[in-house]
């Protein structure tokens, strides 16, 4: 089964006085929606917008798989056990906050920053907290996360490469740029496919220019 949802569906937030927008894919803070709570191991995937010098102050997070994707700009990450880096397009980061962690988001550059965050539930709560930052990902190395059962597979496409979608029990499909075609349905920027139970499905960029997306491995919800 695919379940799309369109890059004008998500909710709206963030702090647009302060230089930072946010667009919610799934039910969020305020924007409590009780069928929209998650996908997979999926709770969050959530467009950040900062503009130079705007961020997110301190803040904590538990028992949260967090996965963030850089797709202009640099990121500036600090955090309670002593991490700190900058995140650049390329760059897949993960924060486990485990029993518990708070950090930083800034953007601490002269230029717009957009970022895909992702958070995914872990199997088993708790644990100490662990940070990394993998640079330069490559399109054949998928990103593992083993706390939550789930696989990131970063797919770039040149006009009319197609990609195989995994055969697994949920897949979630987030493109970045461009346009994908999976099965008869067109996803552009924003838009994102739910996949249950799919199998031999590929995703194809369109003709007019290359595709970035994010697809999600998962074997349970």
Same mark, same amino acid.
């Given at each position: 089964m695919i379940d799309v949802r369109r890059s004008g569906e998500?909710?709206?937030?963030?702090? &647009?006085?302060?230089?930072?927008?946010?667009?919610?894919?799934?039910?969020?803070? %305020?924007?409590?929606? &009780?069928?929209?709570?998650?996908?997979?191991?999926?709770?969050?995937?959530?467009?950040?917008?900062?503009?130079?010098g705007a961020g997110f102050d301190e803040h904590p997070h538990s028992h949260t798989e967090i996965v963030t994707w850089v797709v202009e700009g640099e990121l500036t990450h600090r955090d309670s056990a002593g991490h700190e880096s900058v995140v650049r397009p390329g760059d897949v980061q993960h924060l486990s906050a485990a029993g518990g962690v708070r950090h930083v988001e800034r953007n601490d550059g002269g230029d717009p920053l957009v970022f895909v965050q992702m958070w995914l539930?872990?199997?088993? %709560?708790?644990?100490? %907290?662990?940070?990394?930052?993998?640079?330069?990902?490559?399109?054949?190395?998928?990103?593992?996360? &083993?706390?939550?059962?789930?696989?990131?597979?970063?797919?770039?496409?040149?006009?009319?490469?197609?990609?195989?979608?995994?055969?697994? %029990?949920?897949?979630?499909?987030?493109?970045v740029r461009g346009e994908v075609h999976v099965a008869d349905e067109t996803l552009t920027p924003g838009d994102a496919a739910r996949i249950t139970d799919g199998e031999d499905l590929e995703a194809v960029a369109g003709p007019g220019g290359a595709a970035e997306l994010l697809v999600w491995e998962m074997t349970g919800g």
């Open positions: 998500r909710y709206r937030g963030g702090e &647009p006085a302060a230089g930072i927008e946010t667009f919610h894919a799934f039910s969020f803070g %305020p924007h409590y929606d &009780p069928d929209n709570l998650r996908f997979g191991a999926v709770l969050a995937c959530n467009e950040e917008r900062l503009a130079p539930s872990p199997l088993t %709560p708790g644990g100490e %907290p662990s940070y990394e930052v993998v640079h330069g990902i490559a399109d054949s190395t998928p990103y593992a996360v &083993p706390a939550a059962g789930a696989l990131l597979h970063v797919r770039r496409l040149a006009p009319g490469e197609r990609t195989a979608i995994p055969d697994a %029990p949920f897949a979630y499909v987030h493109v």
